[in-house]
């Protein structure tokens, strides 16, 4: 999992956009950011999900349910 940026003590700007387009900008990013981090995660979960719903199709296909 990445490292998490923040703020140095030297008073620096962190995170305090000076205009509208910066803040999107920083939102677009913190965004994709979220969305790299969450997919293998919903990959792993969609997989289990559809090999459950196979077995229990499989199952009651041929008479196991």
Known sequence: MPERKTPDSTGA????PRNVEEMT???VQ????LE???RPTAIRQIR???L????????RLYGFI
């Open 48 to 50: 289990w999900r559809m």
């Open 36 to 38: 790299e981090t969450a």
């Open 25 to 27: 900008e920083q939102n």
């Open 30 to 33: 913190t965004i994709v950011q």
């Open 13 to 16: 700007r962190y995170h305090q």
């Open 52 to 59: 459950l719903l196979n077995f229990a199709a499989a199952s």
